[in-house]
């Protein structure tokens, strides 16, 4: 059964300055995710904006937005295909159980000035 559906879509450009500002990625960004992110040289700052856009539509998803979760513990990473896949933990691991998530299904995209994501989330098996 589907619990819900987010979408989101973030301007590279905003990743693009928040590059230039000490600190900021590391608050937002799991320190497994910029590893990935920004191994892609000069396609991180796309691999960043389409990760906060998934980001964000987890919070949609789950339906009370990102409002108590430390973006930290949502976790995009790529499965050994290339697949993305969100991982959960802590507080965005608590957030989901609570909606009645099981699942989380991820699907990214981007192209020059934008990142999209949409996730979904399963539930009652």
Same mark, same amino acid.
């Given at each position: *059964? ?6 989101? !879509?973030?301007?590279?450009?905003? *990743? ?12 937002? +960004? ?21 990760? +906060?856009?998934?980001? @964000?539509? +987890? %919070? ?26 969100? @991982? !959960? +933990? ?11 998530? #099981?699942? !989380? ?5 981007? #192209? ?5 994501? *949409? !996730?979904?989330?399963?539930? %009652?098996?």
């Amino acid at each position: *059964m589907i619990i819900g559906v987010g979408l989101d !879509v973030v301007h590279v450009s905003r *990743m693009e300055r928040w590059t230039s500002i000490p600190g900021l990625l590391e608050r937002y +960004f799991h320190p497994d995710e910029l590893k990935a992110a920004l191994s892609r040289g000069s396609s991180a700052t796309l691999s960043l904006a389409a990760r +906060f856009a998934a980001k @964000e539509a +987890f %919070g949609k998803a789950i339906g009370i937005g990102l409002h108590g979760i430390t973006l930290k513990n949502i976790l995009v990473i790529n499965n050994h295909n290339g697949k993305p896949c969100l @991982e !959960v +933990f802590g507080n965005a691991l608590q957030a989901l159980k609570v909606a009645g998530g #099981e699942r !989380v299904h991820l699907s990214l995209t981007h #192209e020059r000035d934008n990142a999209l994501a *949409m !996730v979904v989330i399963e539930g %009652g098996s």
